[in-house]
């Protein structure tokens, strides 16, 4: 059986948390995309940790963490991550990285910082973290997969030289930077293979042996539907594909067996980097969301850089779903939300005059004004509260309005960020 655990949004929907929960009845949880560009921040037993590439159900260790060949992998960036969990004390399981992943180079994060230079005031916001130049570069052919560090030398020194005469084409005519050596490149590959030899397996041969055993699947999807390369608000997108379907593309798995689909749906609006964001807050309104939000402010985990935030947009959350193929829902941070005396609903967009729910493409999203429905607050605070029934009404309203609206199954609520805050429903 295999379950996702997919963001709704666009991203920092609280996915690790949700995660963390089911990883602990799971026998794999498997990343099946993205790569360090993005963190989960996962608060339990052993303390509070950013994850950017371990799956969040690292902290299992009865079951295997697995990077499958959908992500892009930065080697040195995956083994700090393990070190700092190791030092805090957590026993780790097995951890396996597919020899069919694509590896980040130190080039693809320089080709993102200077990209992101070029472009000055318009530039992506990107985390620098090389995600973009690395699977632009596997979809031309010419990245790197796991398997090669483990070729013949000259093979592999001859895609060396190749990639560096491309590179530095540009490197030469368009950022006017320092060349890259393919020596440097080749001894990188070689630092590589050594840091990931103890973690690389056949990663999808492995997991349909588990499905066979009746082994329990978990897939961890990184940021949310509408970063979607293709359903998201391109170009501001991620690289790879968010979505639940993809999960199997993204670790080999037969896509009909993904039966549980977890849309993680955040009770407010946030977002990082650019692009259009319908209902978001400005002014104080904006700071007062943004420093109460998450678990100690809208920061993002991997930059540290604040978040926008807005109120709940359904016509967005809705068409998140869709495209996730949900068959339930989580909404996370509702804790936070206890402060205000009434709060808005997106139910709408107003483009050119007329109203829609359907989400737009890019284009017309930059025209769409919001149409709101506002509710009444419940100005208490509802953490520790364990089960349904007892969240004040105007809570529950507001979050079986968000039901009826999203038109998916609420199954679980979130008040806190702790592992135990979770109201089955
Ligand atoms: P992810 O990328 O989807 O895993 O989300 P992030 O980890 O970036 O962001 C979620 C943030 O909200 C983290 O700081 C979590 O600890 C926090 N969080 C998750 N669920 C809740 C919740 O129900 N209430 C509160 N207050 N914080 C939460």
Redesign the pocket.
């Known amino acids: 059986m295999i379950t996702a655990v997919v963001?709704a949004n666009w991203?920092?929907?609280?996915?690790?948390?949700i995660?963390d929960i089911l990883a602990q009845d799971s026998d794999y949880i498997v990343r099946f995309q993205g790569g360090s560009n993005?963190?989960?921040?996962?608060?339990n037993e052993y303390g509070?940790f950013?994850l950017h590439l371990l799956p969040?159900g690292v902290f299992n260790r009865e079951a295997t963490s697995v990077l499958a060949n959908g992500v892009a992998v930065n080697a040195k960036k995956l083994i700090e991550e393990i070190r700092d969990v190791e030092s805090a004390g957590v026993p780790l399981g097995r951890i396996l990285v597919s020899d069919r992943a694509q590896l980040v180079m130190s080039y693809h994060m320089l080709l993102d910082a200077y990209e992101e230079e070029r472009l000055g005031g318009r530039s992506f916001g990107s985390t620098k973290a090389g995600i973009a130049p690395c699977f632009s570069d596997k979809y031309a052919k010419i990245g790197f997969q796991v398997a090669d560090l483990f070729a013949d030398e000259d093979v592999l020194r001859k895609r060396v030289e190749n990639v560096c005469t491309i590179k530095n084409a540009l490197l030469k005519e368009l950022y006017h930077k320092p060349l890259l050596d393919p020596e440097a490149i080749y001894q990188e590959l070689m630092e590589d293979k050594e840091i990931l030899a103890p973690y690389v397996a056949n990663v999808s041969a492995e997991l349909h042996r588990g499905l066979k055993e009746g082994k329990k699947i978990l897939l961890e999807g990184?940021?949310?539907a509408l970063k979607d390369t293709d359903h998201g608000i391109y170009p501001m997108v991620t690289s790879s594909s968010t979505l639940a379907g993809f999960g199997a593309t993204g670790a080999g798995l037969p896509p009909h067996e993904i039966s549980r689909i977890i849309a993680?749906v955040k009770a407010y609006s946030s977002a990082v980097g650019a692009g259009a964001f319908v209902t978001e807050l400005f002014g104080e309104e904006g700071d007062e969301l943004r420093r109460r939000?998450?678990?100690?402010g809208e920061f993002?985990?991997t930059t540290g850089r604040p978040r926008r935030v807005g109120w709940f947009d359904a016509v967005a959350t809705r068409y998140g779903c869709m495209m996730q193929g949900a068959t339930e829902v989580a909404v996370?941070?509702?804790?936070?939300l206890g402060y205000l005396d009434e709060l808005k609903i997106c139910v709408g967009y107003e483009i050119d005059g007329k109203i829609t729910k359907d989400f737009p493409v890019t284009p017309l999203l930059e025209k769409a004004k919001p149409v709101y429905e506002t509710l009444p607050g419940w100005k208490t605070d509802i953490r520790g509260i364990k089960k349904y029934e007892d969240l004040p009404e105007n809570c529950r309203r507001y979050i079986e309005r968000i039901e009826q609206e999203v038109g998916v199954r609420v199954s679980m609520v979130?008040?806190?960020?702790a592992r135990d805050?979770l109201i089955l429903r």
């Open positions: 963001g991203g920092d929907e609280g996915k690790g948390k995660t993005a963190g989960h921040t996962i608060k509070k950013g969040s990184q940021l949310g993680v939000g998450g678990d100690g993002g985990v996370t941070v509702v804790d936070v979130s008040n806190g960020p805050e």
